[in-house]
């Protein structure tokens, strides 16, 4: 995706859905679901793009994932935003209450499944 993405409710929930839930389920196992919850604020830079991931009620992620501040106006993309919540997902895991520990690895490639 290139131009200005991610600038309406519609365009935010085919992220959650096609591109964070895919990469988030990647690293969870049997029996560990996910919900995810995007999100737009104008503070302090215009259309920063926040993520929520949550695996129960006690295990509760956030993330920048999008901001025109290091990616320019045009943003990045689906496959940056993925590799990018990837990464940030595998330091998050090992300090869970589900996944204590474990280094586990999720797939950025699983949004294009």
């Known amino acids: 995706m290139t131009g200005p993405p991610y600038v309406t409710d519609a365009a935010l929930a085919r992220l959650r859905d096609d591109v964070v839930l895919p990469v988030a389920r990647s690293i969870l196992r049997d029996g560990e ?12 830079l215009p259309g920063e793009i926040w993520v929520q991931v949550a695996v129960g009620p006690e295990d509760v992620f956030m993330l920048l994932l999008s901001s025109a501040s290091w990616e320019g106006e045009l943003r990045a993309g689906d496959d940056a935003l993925a590799a990018r919540l990837a990464d940030a ?11 204590w520990g474990q280094q586990r690895r999720a797939d950025p490639r699983a949004h294009r499944a």
């Not at 330091?91 to 996944?99: I, K, L, N």
């Open 89 to 99: 997902l595998e330091d998050w895991v090992p300090e869970t209450s589900f996944g």
């Open 33 to 44: 679901a996910a919900t995810a919850r995007l999100w737009r604020e104008d503070r302090p």
